[in-house]
């Protein structure tokens, strides 16, 4: 974690890895030359009542493999999917308090405690999870 604040009913926390490496998705060569940065927003977990938004500092790095398909990769975590709005325990929370209410009544519950949530995407993740 870089620095948090606070703005109005949200906490938003800055963070980045502290790895000095990343293995390519593709080829699985590791790196530690960065190509460039970029930000991701997420939501996650309310701390005290508050909406909690997790600002991460994402690398790119070249592939080291010349044989590699691609050139860049971003590092990636496990605790989010590659395209993320929100972490994954934070998706099991929606499921949990989803799966046996209309999407409307577990939008205005998670609105008011959790996350800002609508509808359509409850009915994603309920979609996503029978999926799987």
């Not at 593709?26 to 030359?33: A, D, G, L």
């Not at 496990?78 to 209410?101: A, C, G, V, Y």
């Amino acid at each position: 974690m870089e620095k948090y604040e606070i703005i109005d009913a949200t906490i938003y926390i800055y963070v980045k890895s502290k790895d000095s490496l990343a293995t390519c998705p593709y080829c699985n060569q590791s790196s530690n030359k960065i190509h460039s940065y970029y930000s991701r927003n997420f939501q996650d977990f309310p701390i005290q009542d508050k909406k909690v938004v997790i600002v991460l500092k994402n690398r790119k790095f070249f592939c080291k493999n010349p044989e590699c398909s691609k050139k860049t990769f971003a590092e990636r975590f496990q605790f989010i999917s590659d395209n993320p709005k929100r972490t994954k325990r934070l998706e099991d929370e929606i499921l949990n308090n989803s799966i046996n209410i209309s999407s409307v009544a577990a939008s205005k519950i998670l609105r008011r405690n959790i996350a800002n949530k609508l509808e359509s995407t409850i009915c994603e993740i309920i979609k996503k999870s029978n999926s799987n």
